[in-house]
T-cell receptor, first 112, second 111 residues
């Protein structure tokens, strides 16, 4: 049973436009959510996180939105850049610092 | 500052040969340690995690084993590799209140 799902395996966006990556979860005990970015042959790197007490967290071009009632979160990248092309994983935990459950990842391709 | 070292970066091993991948963490004490595998075109699969020396929990029954002989050392092993063990192996650490930090990964190809 996948508790964290990223239903879109890939997404293609034009440079300068908005990229929206989606993630759904089923475990209502999750209260801390993170996004990681992964380039080929490298380890994932932390991008942005959000606690369930918030519905939005922004860091530069990256914004994460959390809809607790829908058990849905999304990552917005504006404007998208070719260097953003990577696989993005969402992850969830039932407490910051507890074990993370990862989604299957979405491959983002930003075209120049 | 905290750093995580994982080696080797790439490895090609014949079927039936043993495996030993090592991960060490610097700059932190008593971290939680994790081994993940990413098979080609797939997500991150948790293989093992450890909350302390000698404490190993396995998430998926498989041909692999893990050990934590020291607080900041985590080892992934196999006695006999299978073709299906090919993949990208990642070590990660965390402490309370902080998300995971991943190593740079090992690309294992079993031939």
């Amino acid at each position: 049973d996948q508790q964290v799902k990223q239903n879109s395996p890939s997404l293609s966006v034009q440079e300068g436009r908005i990229s929206i990556l989606n993630c759904d979860y089923t475990n209502s005990m999750f209260d801390y959510f993170l996004w990681y970015k992964k380039y080929p042959a490298e380890g994932p790197t932390f991008l942005i996180s959000i606690s369930s007490i918030k519905d939005k967290n922004e860091d530069g071009r990256f914004t994460v939105f959390l809809n607790k009632s829908a058990k849905h979160l999304s990552l917005h990248i504006v404007p998208s850049q070719p260097g953003d092309s990577a696989v993005y994983f969402c992850a969830a935990a039932n407490n910051a610092g507890n074990m993370l459950t990862f989604g299957g990842g979405t491959r983002l391709m930003v075209k120049p | 500052s905290q750093t995580i070292h994982q080696w080797p970066a790439t490895l090609v091993q014949p079927v039936g040969s043993p495996l030993s991948l090592e991960c060490t963490v610097e700059g932190t004490s008593n971290p939680n340690l994790y081994w993940y595998r990413q098979a080609a075109g797939r997500g991150l699969q948790l293989l093992f995690y450890s909350v302390g020396i000698g404490q190993i929990s396995s998430e998926v029954p498989q041909n692999l084993s893990a050990s934590r002989p020291q607080d900041r050392q985590f080892i992934l092993s196999s006695k006999k590799l299978l073709l299906s063990d090919s993949g990208f192996y990642l070590c990660a650490w965390s402490v309370q209140g902080v998300g995971y930090t991943f190593g740079s990964g090992t690309r294992l190809t079993v031939v």
